[in-house]
């Protein structure tokens, strides 16, 4: 069979390699070299996958293609490669390397080995008659079937009239009403994150990184992810400082502070927090600095506890650079190999396909496994 791969990134490169065993493959590539957006990943170092487990990482049930494909069959496929791996503490699956450049050296390689074609051309658009007329603005070539690797590009599916869910950033840093220009380039380890959207609550355990007016960090990208499946981002966050006390505990912990000598408000919450997080918490109360220890009554006590268990935050949209999109081809117009059911051998994976996860290697693995799928189909 000829083949045609539009998409030279994850899932057209590990597509190309799986299809061509018995077939004729060529990958077109709109970049000046394949694989750009991997050498970003896991920053530089790319999260191929995670050993832990899928359930809740995606944003609807894709148990059934991880059955036929494991994260152990996508560690396998790299290994004989000739890719070596490690697992860290929470699952993350990295090159031994630490490097994404293997990544796509050992791919580069096995493409070549197998004669897979590559056209550095961007495609304009796919004919279909009997066969898929792939054209771009140097060729025009037949195809018996085509795999569309595009990423969250629409323009080509706007063009074939393919149906999709449209495209919202996800795995991105947010933008707050609260300006945190103070708290800028503090990062918080240990942080539990609640989002509360549509009258639904979504918590993350982990690290915050401030911005200069929002949020960043693996926990917000993670709570992202639950806006953008949602195309809302108007949504409220909360950061509870001290997710192992109790609001209680905190309060106890407040009031036995009292007997210690200090002499304002400011000496009362060094040695809590950050000294960026206390005068932003003093800020937030309106509570004077110098306010005297002595008037810190049990109201001021609770308020000062509540603010560390509840920190507020008004989201009102995202930063620029986002690493995945929710949306695109949903899974119900697919067949379990990523066949449109309304084409045949027109076939859309990775993320195109309206499959996002969360941080962890969860997308790369849903770019692989779709991509091997589709791609031994025939
Ligand atoms: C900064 C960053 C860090 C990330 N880190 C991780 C990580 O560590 N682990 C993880 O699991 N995921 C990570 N991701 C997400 C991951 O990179 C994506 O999920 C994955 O790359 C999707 O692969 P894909 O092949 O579907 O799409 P892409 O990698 O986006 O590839 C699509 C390709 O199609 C090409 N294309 C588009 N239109 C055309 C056309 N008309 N003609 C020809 N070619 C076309 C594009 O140029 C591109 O090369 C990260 C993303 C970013 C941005």
């Known amino acids: 069979m000829k083949i045609a791969i539009i998409g030279a990134g994850a899932s057209g490169l590990v597509a190309g390699l799986c299809a061509s065993k018995n077939n004729d493959v060529t990958i077109y590539c709109a ?19 995670n050993t832990q487990g899928f359930d809740t990482a995606y944003n609807q049930d894709v148990s059934k293609f991880f059955e036929k494909i494991s994260n152990l069959d996508i560690i396998k496929f790299f290994n004989n490669l000739g890719l070596e791996i490690y697992v860290d503490e929470e699952g993350r699956v990295y090159p031994l390397s630490n490097s994404a450049q293997s990544v796509v050296e050992v791919l580069t390689n096995a493409l070549a080995k197998d004669n897979v074609n590559i056209k550095f051309e961007k495609v304009e658009d796919i004919k279909i008659d009997n066969r898929f007329n792939v054209i771009t603005n140097l060729s025009n070539e037949e195809y018996d079937k085509v795999i569309i690797a595009t990423g969250s590009e629409n323009v080509l599916l706007d063009k074939m009239k393919i149906k999709y869910k449209p495209f919202s950033p996800s795995l991105v840093a947010l933008k707050t009403k609260e300006n945190t220009k103070e708290l800028s380039g503090l990062r ?9 959207v549509d009258n639904k609550k979504y918590t993350e355990f982990g690290e915050v990184l401030f911005k200069d007016k929002g949020l960043s960090g693996i926990c917000i990208f993670n709570i992202s992810a639950y806006l953008a499946r949602k195309n809302n981002f108007n949504a409220k966050i909360y950061i509870d400082l001290l997710p192992k006390f109790t609001y209680e505990n905190v309060v106890i912990m407040l009031t036995n502070r009292l007997k210690l000598n200090f002499k304002n408000i400011s000496e009362f919450m060094t040695g809590l927090f950050n000294k960026k997080i206390n005068k932003y918490l003093l800020k937030n109360l309106n509570l004077d600095e110098q306010k005297n220890i ?9 308020k000062i506890a509540k603010i560390i268990k509840n920190l507020p935050f008004n989201v009102v949209g995202y930063y620029e ?13 697919l067949t379990e190999n990523f066949e449109y059911k309304e084409i045949k051998n027109l076939y859309f994976i990775g993320e195109v396909v309206d499959v996002d996860g969360l941080c962890g290697g969860y997308n790369l693995s849903w770019a692989f496994v779709s991509a091997m799928l589709a791609g031994e189909d025939d």
């Open 31 to 49: 970049d000046e070299k394949i694989g750009k957006k991997i050498l970003v990943t896991g920053n530089g170092r790319c999260n191929l996958t």
């Open 188 to 196: 918080l380890t240990n942080v539990k994150v609640t989002l509360d």
């Open 294 to 302: 002595k008037e810190l009554n049990s109201n001021i006590i609770e």
């Open 321 to 333: 650079n986002y690493q995945v999109k929710s949306g695109g081809v949903r899974l119900c117009d």
